[in-house]
C-alpha cells in the first residue's frame, strides 16, 4: 500500500493536473453552458419555475468558470488556442463562447435582468463578429491542407447556432427596454437573415463532404446533433421576431420570417430520426464506445432548443400541436441532461483521483 500523499503534495498534484485541463480545454466546452441554460428556459416554460431558476443559477457558474478557464488558457496557451483556430474540425467550436453567452443573457432577461442581459448582448454580438471573421479565415481559407472539405463536420453548425442566438436575446430584451428597440429589433433581423444563409451553406459543404470523402462511424460524432439545433435555434429567433412589436424591419419581414419558421421547425424534426439511427449505427452495429466527451452538449443542447423551439412556434404561430411536441420533447431533454451531467462530474472525479494515484 502507497504512503498517503502529503496535504501540499496532493495541492501539487491537483494544480498540475487543473493546469493540464486547461491546456486541453476543449474549444466547444461552452456547449455545457448553452446547454444547461436552454433547460432552464425550456423549465421555465413548462411553469417548473424552481427547477428553472436553479438551472439558471448552476448556468451562471458555469459561464463564470469557464470564461476564468478560458481566460486562463489565452494568457499562458496561447499557442495551444491557435492550433484550435487552425484546425477546421475543431475551430468552430470557438463559436460556443458566443452562443453560451446569449443563452444566458436570454435566460437573465426573461427574469427583467435587462442590464446584465443587454451587456451579454454586446459582449456575444462582439465575440460573434470577430470570430464570424476570423475562425473561417484561419480554420477555412488559410488553412494550409487542401482540401479543406474533408474536414467538415457537425460543429461548422455552431456558427450559425451562435448567429442566431444574437437575434434570440435581441429579440428578448426588446420588450423590455423603453429606447433602442428599432436598433434591437435591426440586430434580432439582421442575425436571424445571415443565420438563414449560413445554414444554408455550412449544410451544403457538411452534405458534400459526407457524400465525396470516406465516412466512418469514428467520424460520426456527436456534433452532428448541431445541424438539428441550428434549425431549431432559428425558429426560435423567428417567433420572436414575429412577436416583436411594430418595427421598420419587423414589419417588413414578419410575414416571411413567420413562414420560414414553420419550414425550419418541419426541417429539423425531420432529421431527428436519422440522427437517433446514425447513432445507433456507431455505437450499437459499430461499438463505438460510449463515454463521457465534451462534445456530448453538443445533443443535449439541440433537443432542450427542440423543446423551446415547439414552445415558442406554437405560440407565435398559434399551433397547438407544435407546441404540444414541443412540451414533451423538453422533459426528454432534461432527462438526458441528467444523464450527461452525472457522467460528466463522474468523469471529472475519476480523473481527480487517477492524478492522485499517479502523482
Same mark, same amino acid.
Given at each position: 500500500m502507497s504512503p498517503t500523499k502529503p496535504p501540499a503534495g496532493r495541492a501539487a498534484i491537483l494544480h498540475a493536473d487543473l493546469r493540464d485541463g486547461v491546456r486541453t480545454l476543449h474549444p466547444g466546452y461552452f456547449a455545457l453552458v448553452m446547454a444547461t441554460g436552454i433547460l432552464s428556459i425550456a423549465m421555465r416554460n413548462q411553469r417548473a419555475l424552481a427547477l428553472?431558476?436553479?438551472?439558471?443559477?448552476?448556468?451562471? $457558474?458555469?459561464?463564470?468558470?469557464?470564461?476564468?478557464?478560458?481566460?486562463?488558457?489565452?494568457?499562458?496557451?496561447?499557442?495551444?488556442?491557435?492550433?484550435?483556430?487552425?484546425? #477546421?474540425?475543431?475551430?468552430?467550436?470557438?463559436?460556443?463562447?458566443?452562443?453560451?453567452?446569449?443563452?444566458?443573457g436570454t435566460r437573465l432577461a426573461l427574469d427583467a435582468h435587462h442590464v446584465i442581459a443587454f451587456v451579454l448582448l454586446v459582449v456575444g454580438w462582439v465575440a460573434w463578429l470577430v470570430l464570424g471573421y476570423v475562425v473561417p479565415w484561419t480554420a477555412v481559407l488559410g488553412h494550409a491542407r487542401r482540401p479543406v472539405l474533408q474536414?467538415?463536420?457537425?460543429?461548422?453548425?455552431?456558427?450559425?447556432?451562435?448567429?442566431?442566438?444574437?437575434?434570440?436575446?435581441?429579440?428578448?430584451?426588446?420588450?423590455?427596454?423603453?429606447?433602442?428597440?428599432?436598433?434591437?429589433?435591426?440586430?434580432?433581423?439582421?442575425?436571424?437573415?445571415?443565420? $438563414?444563409?449560413?445554414? &444554408?451553406?455550412?449544410?451544403?459543404?457538411?452534405?458534400?463532404?459526407?457524400?465525396?470523402?470516406?465516412?466512418?462511424?469514428?467520424?460520426?460524432?456527436?456534433?452532428?446533433?448541431?445541424?438539428?439545433?441550428?434549425?431549431?435555434?432559428?425558429? $426560435?429567433?423567428?417567433?420572436?421576431? $414575429?412577436?416583436?412589436?411594430?418595427?421598420?424591419?419587423? &414589419? &417588413?419581414?414578419?410575414?416571411?420570417?413567420?413562414?420560414?419558421?414553420?419550414?425550419?421547425?418541419?426541417?429539423?424534426?425531420?432529421?431527428?430520426? #436519422?440522427?437517433?439511427?446514425?447513432?445507433?449505427?456507431?455505437?450499437?452495429?459499430?461499438?463505438?464506445?460510449?463515454?463521457?466527451?465534451?462534445?456530448?452538449?453538443?445533443?443535449?443542447?439541440?433537443?432542450?432548443?427542440?423543446?423551446?423551439?415547439g414552445n415558442f412556434l406554437g405560440n407565435a404561430d398559434h399551433l397547438p400541436f407544435v407546441r404540444h411536441i414541443g412540451d414533451v420533447e423538453s422533459w426528454i431533454a432534461l432527462a438526458v441532461w441528467v444523464v450527461v451531467f452525472l457522467a460528466m462530474v463522474r468523469h471529472l472525479a475519476f480523473s481527480t483521483r487517477a492524478a492522485l494515484a499517479h502523482g
Open positions: 428553472s431558476v436553479a438551472l439558471m443559477w448552476l448556468t451562471v $457558474v458555469e459561464y463564470v468558470v469557464l470564461v476564468a478557464l478560458t481566460a486562463w488558457r489565452a494568457v499562458r496557451f496561447s499557442r495551444e488556442i491557435g492550433e484550435d483556430l487552425e484546425d #477546421p474540425r475543431r475551430a468552430f467550436g470557438q463559436f460556443t463562447l458566443v452562443a453560451g453567452t446569449d443563452v444566458l474536414d467538415a463536420n457537425g460543429t461548422w453548425f455552431i456558427w450559425v447556432v451562435a448567429t442566431q442566438s444574437v437575434a434570440v436575446l435581441a429579440a428578448a430584451l426588446e420588450p423590455g427596454v423603453s429606447a433602442g428597440r428599432d436598433e434591437l429589433a435591426l440586430l434580432a433581423v439582421f442575425s436571424w437573415s445571415v443565420g $438563414v444563409f449560413l445554414y &444554408a451553406g455550412n449544410g451544403v459543404l457538411v452534405t458534400c463532404r459526407l457524400l465525396v470523402y470516406s465516412f466512418g462511424p469514428e467520424d460520426l460524432t456527436a456534433p452532428y446533433w448541431v445541424a438539428m439545433g441550428a434549425t431549431a435555434i432559428t425558429v $426560435v429567433a423567428g417567433a420572436r421576431i $414575429v412577436e416583436m412589436a411594430d418595427a421598420p424591419f419587423v &414589419a &417588413a419581414t414578419r410575414g416571411l420570417v413567420a413562414g420560414a419558421s414553420v419550414l425550419f421547425w418541419a426541417f429539423g424534426t425531420w432529421l431527428i430520426p #436519422p440522427l437517433l439511427a446514425a447513432g445507433f449505427w456507431r455505437h450499437c452495429i459499430h461499438d463505438v464506445p460510449l463515454r463521457y466527451e465534451p462534445t456530448l452538449w453538443s445533443i443535449v443542447f439541440p433537443l432542450g432548443m427542440y423543446g423551446v423551439a
